[in-house]
């Protein structure tokens, strides 16, 4: 009896157990940034893990923790009560800490932390457990900080000034100098900020020298560029607040580059020229601190310079290279010097068809005389002798940094695949690489003072995070964490594959993903959605998480849909001619390769071929209102975000690039400008806008809305008031919703 017992409960709590394992469905709510549920679904990671020198430590909110390179054993090195403690002795009345996530140890020599609170930059010596040095940053809404570890000066920028102050006792803190001078009311002159409208690999503003002896910084006039009138709507009588946006076409603003000297309180500015319709881009300086270096461009973008200056007097020097190319010349790195010799530095190029690195050596001078690139289209000319340290049809995506002892340079690439990236270490002398960790996937890198390891994130689509310590010379290094994925855990998942098919060109392949619906039945036939973006800087398809597909495909394919990407022609890391094959007549190419993509989908035996819609933001916006409009019998269902209508009504930089401005390219432009197919409308297309959107304007829906009124089509409209080009937080959640209900009310 007791035997039976035991069997009738074995039985009934297998069956009570089953229903529970039973795998979930998921909400926008579980996929979407913004949604209450997301981050509890996203693979975990360990926060605040950084190097302080050759030292591994990670930070979180109670500590500060050593971990053994080697074993991965981890001992803590600070807490957070004690640095509070030491709060407490200053002669000043700064609230505790309640975090030291956000901690930094940037001194490889010192045990020095360093955090920002309330408005303070505290450096705590765990030495002597005391605080070391403070600096006070007092004007309202200062953004950009920029800290010198040499000499201990910050720089930051409040509205449109450069503020600059130094860390030191509490009791003789130094007032902060305003770079403004005179100008620092005047709104159109902007200091210390990414100029160009952040193109070029321009992100920020400031540059310190190797020393601290000086800094270099951007000024920026904007006076001569139109407004763009946006327009405050939560006010009682809704107010202008213009964005200085210049368009295609039109004036655009001049930059000079200022550099002050910290001793003397001196600003220069570079002797550079009129800066009218230059470009000033990827601003380096040379070790000794004696030379900056700065890439300009004309204003057509095709014609490089790489140009010296003198730090002291801002006098310029010379013309050290030179490239132009029949389309465009897109520099985005400034040079690299190498650490054990100071005479030469790292220059990127795509002269040769891809992103590689050329070693140049400023000792030796050359007569200079213009050579073919590998790109047919691109021809240069060097003042300094160079050879080539990387070649291939792969591109150098970064550089990590440098093993000095074993004269290496560290860099992740797409050597392996061009749906990843993979960290090597390369040596100067002799060009030979050797992969550093896992062939697999996606590889984001830290590396330490010396260069010996690398703190490495890597993600696959079959590894959802795992964070180790590696030797740089390719061995085996130490697993410090593994995530699981909480979704393949709990939820019912699509089948995801990736893929290749032909260009419309008939040789180039392309990638797809493809995402069947869940519990798919190989009888049924089921609509399909394209999710598109096709333009330059991106790529919608890597070796991660679900081979890089958003929460919102995977929940459409939850709702029953074939779900498919494809990366176009004329979207990232394939080289410059996959890429600029839509030069002047952006939409062309790339939409000939997604109507390749719907051809695929026609083809698959459970999808239904009169059910295809399409959707993509920003320049997938562009993407799915053309294709919309101009294959209007494959195309049924659309859902257009922060579309691009008319490229003259883009920024000038960006727009230029691609285009041509609409003077020199006036056919390019009107095949492009979507409103002269307003009357082609046959689907159900969305528009969506964010009400103040600073990078595509809302102009752009208004006029294509105009159009189409004009040409009697009906597309439906739906803005996002006071929202820039992104939702974000619960609008994300709102927008994905109303995404949703338009496919299901007219695809589904």
């Not at 949604?35 to 996203?42: E, H, Q």
């Not at 403690?85 to 360093?114: C, F, G, N, Y």
């Not at 992100?203 to 006076?223: C, E, I, V």
């Not at 973008?301 to 020097?317: F, P």
Request: aromatic share 12%; with cysteine; hydrophobic share 35%.
């Amino acid at each position: 009896m007791k035997r039976l017992f035991q069997f009738i409960l074995l039985f009934f709590t297998m069956t009570t157990v089953v229903p529970a394992q039973e795998k979930k469905s998921f909400t926008l709510e579980d996929v979407i940034p913004g949604g209450s549920n997301y981050y509890n679904l996203v693979p975990k990671s360990l926060p605040g893990i950084q190097w302080w020198g050759d030292n591994c430590v990670r930070t979180d909110a109670e500590q500060i923790i050593g971990i053994d390179t080697k074993t991965g054993k981890e001992s803590t090195l600070v807490t957070l009560d004690e640095v509070n403690q030491a709060l407490k002795h200053l002669k000043a009345e700064i609230q505790p800490l309640h975090s030291l996530t956000a901690a930094s140890l940037p001194w490889a020599d010192k045990k020095m932390v360093r955090i920002f609170h309330n408005g303070y930059f505290l450096t705590y010596d765990f030495g002597t457990g005391k605080i070391a040095a403070v600096a006070h940053i007092t004007e309202k809404r200062a953004t950009n900080f920029d800290f010198c570890k040499e000499n201990g000066w910050v720089a930051y920028t409040a509205g449109k000034n450069l503020f600059l102050t130094q860390q030191g006792d509490y009791s003789k803190m130094v007032n902060p100098v305003c770079m403004g001078n005179k100008e620092e009311n005047d709104k159109n002159i902007v200091y210390g900020q990414a100029v160009h409208r952040n193109e070029f690999g321009i992100m920020k503003g400031t540059f310190w020298s190797p020393k601290g002896s000086y800094l270099a910084f951007y000024r920026m006039d904007q006076s001569m560029v139109t407004d763009y009138p946006q327009v405050n709507t939560t006010k009682r009588i809704a107010e202008v607040e213009p964005d200085t946006y210049p368009m295609a076409g039109m004036t655009s603003h001049q930059v000079t580059v200022g550099v002050y000297h910290v001793k003397d309180g001196k600003t220069v500015y570079l002797q550079a020229g009129d800066p009218t319709d230059r470009y000033f881009t990827n601003i380096s300086w040379s070790p000794d601190e004696k030379h900056i270096y700065v890439i300009e461009l004309n204003r057509d973008q095709n014609h490089a310079q790489l140009v010296s200056y003198d730090a002291a007097t801002g006098a310029k020097e010379e013309v050290l290279y030179e490239e132009k190319h029949l389309r465009y010349v897109e520099p985005q790195h400034p040079l690299t010097f190498l650490p054990w010799d100071n005479t030469k530095f790292i220059y990127w190029s795509q002269r040769d068809g891809f992103h590689h690195l050329y070693l140049m050596d400023t000792e030796k001078r050359l007569k200079g005389e213009w050579k073919q690139g590998k790109d047919a289209e691109s021809q240069y000319c060097e003042y300094l002798q160079t050879e080539a340290l990387t070649e291939g049809d792969w591109l150098v995506q970064e550089i990590l940094g440098f093993n000095a002892a074993r004269k290496e340079v560290i860099i992740g690439s797409t050597e392996v695949s061009p749906l990843q990236t993979n960290l090597f270490s390369l040596n100067v002398r002799n060009g030979k690489r050797t992969l550093i960790g896992n062939a697999d996937g996606m590889h984001q890198g830290q590396l330490s003072a010396s260069g010996t390891y690398v703190i490495d994130n890597f993600t696959s689509n079959s590894v959802p995070r795992e964070i180790s310590l590696l030797p740089t010379n390719g061995k085996k290094g130490v697993t410090l964490f593994t995530a699981t994925d909480p979704m393949l855990e709990a939820y019912n998942m699509p089948e995801i594959t990736l893929g290749t098919l032909k260009a419309a060109d008939g040789k180039t392949d392309l990638y797809y993903r493809l995402i069947k619906p869940v519990n798919f039945d190989p009888a049924k036939k089921y609509p399909a959605i394209i999710y598109v973006y096709g333009g330059p800087h991106a790529q919608m398809i890597h070796n991660t998480r679900f081979y890089d597909a958003r929460g919102w495909d995977l929940y459409m394919a939850q709702q029953g849909f074939v779900m498919l990407t494809v990366d176009s022609r004329g979207s990232d890391n394939r080289g410059i001619q996959f890429e600029n094959c839509t030069f002047r007549h952006l939409g062309v190419e790339e939409m000939k390769d997604q109507v390749e993509g719907a051809k695929f989908l026609q083809s698959l035996p459970y999808v239904d071929g009169n059910k295809i819609g399409v959707h993509g933001w920003s320049f997938g916006g562009f993407m799915t209102t053309n294709l919309m409009l101009s294959y209007p019998e494959i195309f049924k269902v659309g859902v257009a975000g922060g579309p691009v209508i008319d490229w003259q009504f883009y920024e000038v930089m960006y727009g230029e690039r691609y285009m041509d401005t609409p003077q020199s390219n006036p056919e390019g432009y009107k095949g492009s400008n979507l409103r002269e197919k307003a009357g082609n409308l046959k689907g159900r297309l969305m528009i969506i806008h964010g009400g103040t959107d600073p990078t595509c304007v809302p102009q752009h829906s208004y006029t294509f809305l105009r159009a189409c009124i004009d040409a009697g089509t009906h597309p439906d409209f739906f803005i996002y008031p006071e929202d820039g080009h992104n939702m974000m937080g619960r609008d994300r959640v709102h927008l994905h919703q109303h995404i949703t209900r338009y496919f299901m009310d007219f695809l589904k």
